[in-house]
């Protein structure tokens, strides 16, 4: 049986919203985001966050987001936000009523990193 061996990184992040696939919150073509077609559990980062400082980026990168309920969003990292957001998470939802109810919130953010796996000599 395989065990994944995973570190973390924290952030305290000051706004998380939810947005929507529309032109209004996007831009004009609002299937596509930064990485790619828009994907299932996608949430689009802050360029602070969502660029590293070797120049590349978080595309694709698993994510938890932790609420101050305790609520656990998982997600993966597939866009980026407008440059005026910093410590900021957008999570996309499918529906404009899903995204308003959710409202504004502070969170923290963890990227989960996954190593190669560890077996028990199976």
Not at 16 to 45: E, F, H, K, M
Not at 51 to 60: D, E, Q, T, V
């Amino acid at each position: 049986m395989a065990r994944c061996s995973c570190t973390t990184d924290f952030f305290y992040l000051r706004r998380v919203t939810a947005y929507n696939a529309l032109a209004d919150q996007t831009n004009s073509d609002p299937d596509i985001s930064a990485c790619g077609p828009n994907r299932p559990d996608q949430v689009a980062l802050s360029q602070d966050l969502f660029f590293r400082k070797n120049g590349g980026n978080r595309c694709g990168e698993r994510i938890n987001i932790i609420l101050r309920s305790g609520r656990v969003i998982h997600g993966v990292v597939w866009d980026t936000m407008n440059p005026r957001y910093h410590m900021a998470a957008d999570i996309l939802m499918g529906s404009v009523q899903h995204a308003v109810d959710f409202g504004v919130k502070q969170a923290k953010l963890r990227f989960v990193h996954s190593m190669a796996p560890v077996t028990n000599g199976i």
